[in-house]
């Protein structure tokens, strides 16, 4: 990883190297074939320096935004409202049996 | 008879009820142009032809007998980014191939209760993210209004283009659309037509697929401002299953058509005035300006200083809640699914191969900014900006705003390819004007309101008060009258 650490205030203005790009696609669970690496490294790198530009709005004091329109959150009666569905539910899935999502063996 | 898909939707709407001609008539006229059209537009991804004759029949029982909805044998176009039930619903992505919904979304069961009639689902830039609907697993759309320089194809805007082409080229009566960014107004500027963003919280969005939550609000595209008015009504609703619907009752839009704006109050924000927009773009803004003084309304100058911050937060918080939300395609509950050795390589394959390359760009970006170390530093401090971003809003209105008018995107259409080899930046750049509305969650439109020096469409934005949805409809209504309707020459 070219960005060793975070500056405590601010963004880091190190752009992201192939390293960083190929534990990245691995957390987001997406395949990249060598070659697409660069490109994609690439890219990143334009879209973050294009961010990057947030680092000079002074926010000391500013809430982050957790809800754009000012609610209440509605609570219901704790009761079942749904459910025996399961045909419906693996209707889709790719593989299924007897009401279950069929994958390769996860536990020996 | 005249061609009945030329009518507006308010047009076919008292056609029915008055007996003039039958839903099922006016379906088949539908299908008809479709048919001629969809090769060439590549509107919709999928018709549903029985499904609209079936419902266009249920309807001409109904109105033989004085009864029917709202919108009761009007056919209506679909984003496929709404779950129909049954029918194919895959966000335009191949990672949702084959996927027919067991469930219906809120917003299209509303519409149906209403009585409308569903012609097909329409096509959209993958997963709704993108500006020119170039993005779609079902290939481009193509924009119906040509320059008067050229013949070639030229974009309909996105992510809603396949809407927005369809309602432009008379491929139905009207169509739901929705907006992350600016993927309802854009698409609308491009093809002469109207499209409202309504205040998040208006539009339940249960059972439309997500890109980001926070910032996703459905509305719908027509022909003109009434039309856009009947449609959001039918809509719009609380919705118990989406907790950020609001409890709020549903106005009677089409009332508020019509309405003066005298003594109403029209913001101008310096900051949209950008360093190399087009002088069409300026002079548009300036004739919109003009409209407004002489109906009456009070024109002034305000600041709404954070707005150079609003795209670049976006490229945060956008990407950030799409890594999550996409999370779920992995190829086990639903779409498709791509071998692997294990599990982890079934995932990788699957979302290598079902996700495009826009996708795949948004989710490595959002995955990214919410890593370990980064999630500080990227996203609190775009969340912390969209706080002001809304304060700015905020301040606007309380000193007395009733509306803020601005171009609605920085250029005309632009041709298919043009951007293939531009920066991911520049394409974002379409939605400068309208990500701003996104992120403080109010309502906006796009009304057609000129022509460029090339004959192409442009629109003039408003933006309103949350939930003041009515104040929009009012002052599109007035830039519509004196601005006239835009339609392209038929070629197609």
């Given amino acids: 990883m070219s960005v060793r650490h975070v500056p405590e205030q601010g963004l880091p203005t190190l752009s992201v190297d192939s390293d960083t790009v190929r534990r990245i696609a691995h957390l987001a669970r997406i395949r990249l074939e060598d070659e697409r690496i660069e490109p994609m490294r690439e890219e990143l790198n334009t879209i973050l320096a294009f961010v990057e530009q947030l680092d000079e709005v002074d926010t000391n004091g500013v809430e982050p935004m957790t809800s754009v329109v000012a609610t209440k959150m509605r609570l219901r009666t704790d009761a079942v409202t749904d459910g025996n569905i399961a045909d419906d539910v693996v209707a889709n899935a790719p593989a299924s049996e007897d009401g279950f999502f069929m994958v390769p063996r996860v536990v020996e | ?492």
């Fill in chain 2, 1 to 492: 008879m005249t061609d009945l898909t030329t009518l507006t939707l308010a047009q076919a709407r008292d056609g029915l009820r008055d007996k003039n001609f039958t839903a099922l008539e006016l379906t088949n006229a539908y299908l008809g142009a479709i048919e001629a059209a969809n090769d060439k537009l590549n509107a919709y991804i999928v018709e549903t032809p029985d499904q609209a004759r079936a419902m266009a029949a249920a309807s001409d029982d109904k109105l033989a007998k004085g009864e029917g909805g709202a919108l009761e044998g009007v056919p209506l176009g679909i984003k496929d980014l709404f779950a129909t039930k049954g029918v194919h619903t895959q966000a335009a992505s191949g990672i949702l191939h084959d996927f027919k919904p067991r469930y219906e979304s809120t917003v299209t069961q509303n519409l149906w209760d209403d009585g409308a009639v569903m012609l097909g689902k329409l096509n959209m830039d993958e997963f709704a993210m993108g500006s020119s609907n170039e993005t779609s697993a079902y290939g481009p759309v193509i924009n119906p209004w040509r320059s008067t320089s050229s013949n070639a194809d030229l974009v309909p805007g996105g992510s809603s283009g396949g809407s927005a082409s369809a309602v432009a080229a008379w491929l139905c009566a009207g169509a739901t659309a929705t907006d992350t960014g600016g993927s309802i107004r854009q698409p609308a500027a491009f093809t002469g037509t109207v499209g409202v963003k309504p205040t998040y919280g208006r539009c339940s969005r249960w059972g439309v697929v997500a890109f980001a939550s926070s910032l996703d609000q459905a509305g719908p595209i027509t022909r003109d401002v009434r039309d856009a008015a009947i449609m959001l009504k039918s809509m719009a609703s609380m919705d118990t299953k989406d907790t950020t619907s609001v409890d709020l009752p549903v106005p009677d839009y089409e009332q508020a058509l019509g309405d003066s704006v005298a003594g109403k109050t029209i913001g101008i924000p310096k900051e949209y005035r950008m360093d190399g927009m087009p002088a069409e773009i300026e002079e548009l803004w300036q004739t919109g300006i003009a409209w407004m003084r002489d109906a009456g309304a009070e024109i002034r100058d305000i600041s709404l200083p954070h707005t150079k911050y609003a795209l670049p937060a976006y490229y945060i918080v956008a990407p950030a809640e799409a890594s999550s939300n996409l999370a779920r395609y992995d190829g086990v509950r639903y779409g498709k699914r791509e071998p692997g050795e294990d599990i982890q390589a079934l995932y990788e394959n699957t979302r290598a191969s079902g996700f495009g390359q826009e996708v795949q760009r948004r989710i490595m970006i959002g995955t990214y900014v919410l890593s370990a170390g980064y999630y500080d530093a990227y996203y609190k401090q775009a969340q912390r900006v969209r706080t002001l971003i809304k304060q700015d809003f905020e301040k606007i209105y309380a000193d007395g705003v009733d509306a803020i008018l601005t171009p609605t995107t920085p250029s005309a259409a632009f041709g298919v390819n043009e951007m293939a080899t531009a920066s991911p930046i520049e394409m974002y750049l379409n939605d400068i004007f309208t990500v701003t509305v996104n992120m403080a969650g109010l309502p906006g439109m796009s009304v057609p309101a000129g022509l460029s020096k090339d004959g192409l469409p442009l629109g003039l934005q408003l933006i309103g008060r949350p939930f003041e949805e009515e104040t929009l409809f009012t002052i599109g209504s007035v830039i519509e009258k004196q601005a006239g309707h835009f339609a392209p020459t038929k070629w197609w």
